[in-house]
């Protein structure tokens, strides 16, 4: 099962940018790298999913490497209701997701 | 918006008392999951089901830990006798049957055992 690596922490200041990285060295040929975030005693939040190209939505932007090992996410102009945790999660071809331990995102006013 | 529906929101028990959590997934949505999250921990898949066939349910502990989902729509988790160590939020996910793969989440239900 392809596993995902991220920092535990990160804090990012109120209006600026704030990118995520994601380490998925095992990823196959064929398997999506999808980004969900939790707040605090809620489900976890869909925010957006590649395979190969870069994607962007109205909530976040999403870079893949080249040779795929790597993605990182970019929430453009973070606000403090961005608080969470952040979760990179590889989509296996059984259609299941397996969740690391995340990164707590704290947006600082 | 069409929401994946669990409850109770909450449910505080004594260990070897039996609890049971309910899961109404987005309508049409074919494969249902539930998760244990632990405190500090992300989600760990616990079952997975295609209409009421379970697919997968290699990391449900099979002595306490059952799972339904009889006509193929809502789900019900139940777990007997619960243990201390049962203590986590449970969550159950959604998705339709297509090439999006989203999984919809619904609130969860936070578990305490005694």
């Known amino acids: 099962d392809a596993k995902t690596t991220q920092p535990p922490s990160m804090d990012c200041a109120e209006g600026r940018a704030a990118n995520l990285p994601c380490n998925h060295s095992t990823i196959s040929g064929n398997e999506y790298v999808y980004w969900y975030r939790q707040i605090h005693s809620q489900g976890p939040q869909y925010i957006i999913h590649?395979?190969?190209n870069n994607e962007t939505n109205e909530m976040a932007s999403l870079i893949i490497t080249e040779d795929r090992k790597s993605s990182t996410l970019i929430l453009p102009h973070a606000t403090l209701r961005d608080t969470a945790v952040y979760y990179c999660i590889v989509l296996t071809t059984g259609n299941q997701f397996y969740f690391g331990t995340g990164t707590s995102l704290t947006v600082i006013p | 918006e069409a929401e994946v529906a669990q409850s109770p929101r909450y449910k505080i028990t004594e260990k070897s008392q039996a609890v049971a959590f309910w899961c109404d997934p987005i309508?049409?949505?074919?494969?249902l999951y539930w998760y244990r999250q632990i405190l500090g921990q992300g989600p760990e898949l616990l079952v997975q089901?295609?209409?009421?066939?379970?697919?997968?349910d290699s990391q449900l502990p099979k002595d306490r830990f059952s799972a339904e989902r009889l006509k193929g729509v809502d789900s019900t988790l139940k777990i007997q006798p619960a243990e201390l160590g049962d203590s986590a939020m449970y969550l159950c996910a959604s998705k339709r049957e297509s090439n999006y793969n989203e999984q919809f989440f619904g609130p969860g239900t936070r578990l305490t055992v005694l």
């Open positions: 089901f295609q209409d009421e066939s379970v697919v997968d």
């Open positions: 590649g395979l190969k």
């Open positions: 309508s049409g949505h074919a494969t």
